[in-house]
């Protein structure tokens, strides 16, 4: 779901940064304000929002690593907005905002399957 919905947002006029732990097929979308970042945390670099959408809260968490990176060298910009549009449940979103202290976080699972997203 999170290519078309990158593909949506870079056709209203966003500048996307998109990472995909296939290799190859964030590169396959790129056009445009669409680019492919080799790193979830280059995706997320200079970001004003970082979206997440995984499918499970173990994904989540590894994606919550690379973003706060090693100690002193975050991935995420202080303030930056983490949304996280994925249906891993309201425990591992809490968890997520208790890790992403100082940055808004903003819980928006999605539903509806490629088709809406699309949309």
Known sequence: MGAPMASCLARAGHDVAGYDVVPGR??????????AADTIAAAARDADLVAVMVATPEQLEQVLSSLLGPPGAPALAPG??????????P???????????GQAVVDAPVSGGVARARL
């Open 26 to 35: 964030a590169a396959s979308l790129a056009a445009g304000r669409l680019r």
């Open 80 to 89: 930056t907005i983490v949304m996280i549009t994925a249906t891993v449940g």
């Open 91 to 101: 425990e591992a979103v809490a968890a997520a905002a208790g890790r992403l202290a």
